[in-house]
T-cell receptor
Framework: RKEVEQDPGPFNVPEGATVAFNCTYS??????FFWYRQDCRKEPKLLMS???SGNEDGRFTAQLNRASQYISLLIRDSKLSDSATYLC??????????FGSGTRLQVQP | DAGITQSPRYKITETGRQVTLMCHQT?????MFWYRQDLGHGLRLIYY???????DKGEVSDGYVVSRSKTENFPLTLESATRSQTSVYFC?????????????FGPGTRLTVT
């Protein structure tokens, strides 16, 4: 079983839609969580950290459920520029992050 | 310019050749990392370094060698390139500050082994 699992998509949504991605992680000892965004095989860029209490950054909301070991990302009012691959990322003890394979989002006009 | 840079950005080499990919960061980050990204596998850790002269293997380290004689540089060497090492290679760095685990990535090197 992969350490971090995501639905690869693609999720095709119209502009203005709300879309949610989920991600599950296998190691209950994981202690830090992030969402990264990656455009067309360019470098991944940090979108936001995910905190236990949930956190929001503009149109983006991240939630963490430690009991069920899943992380979610909600995007409201989708823009064309949101089209990208979203990577779920966890830190478990080691010094390096573990990345999911990504969920592809395509926002259509 | 500030940030994390990689060179070359594109490289084509032949099977059996030695290749070195360069990574340089100007933030004085303690930690540096090398990942490879292949379709269907996502990003996989090759090696990482917690400080100068301290390196450790990741999940796919076979066939690769790293060194870190200076904090700002973390070169990755393919000792004898194989076709299976055709990939996009990303270097990343982060601070050593406890609780600050976000990593920042370089633009990547696209390597093709023929």
């Amino acid at each position: 079983r992969k350490e971090v699992e995501q639905d690869p998509g693609p999720f095709n949504v119209p502009e203005g839609a709300t879309v949610a991605f989920n991600c599950t992680y296998s190691n209950s000892a994981s202690q830090s969580f992030f969402w990264y965004r990656q455009d067309c095989r360019k470098e991944p860029k940090l979108l936001m950290s995910v905190y236990s209490s949930g956190n929001e950054d503009g149109r983006f909301t991240a939630q963490l459920n430690r009991a069920s070991q899943y992380i979610s990302l909600l995007i409201r009012d989708s823009k064309l520029s949101d089209s990208a691959t979203y990577l779920c990322v966890v830190l478990t003890g080691r010094r390096a992050l573990t990345f999911g394979s990504g969920t592809r989002l395509q926002v259509q006009p | 310019d500030a940030g994390i840079t990689q060179s070359p950005r594109y490289k084509i080499t032949e099977t059996g050749r030695q290749v070195t990919l360069m990574c340089h960061q100007t933030w004085s980050h303690s930690y540096m990392f090398w990942y490879r990204q292949d379709l269907g596998h996502g990003l996989r850790l090759i090696y990482y370094s917690a400080a100068a002269d301290i390196t450790d293997k990741g999940e796919v380290s076979d066939g690769y060698v790293v060194s870190r004689s200076k904090t700002e540089n973390f070169p990755l060497t393919l000792e004898s390139a194989t076709r299976s090492q055709t990939s996009v290679y990303f270097c990343a760095s982060r601070t050593g500050t406890s609780g600050a685990y976000e990593q920042y990535f370089g633009p990547g090197t696209r390597l093709t082994v023929t």
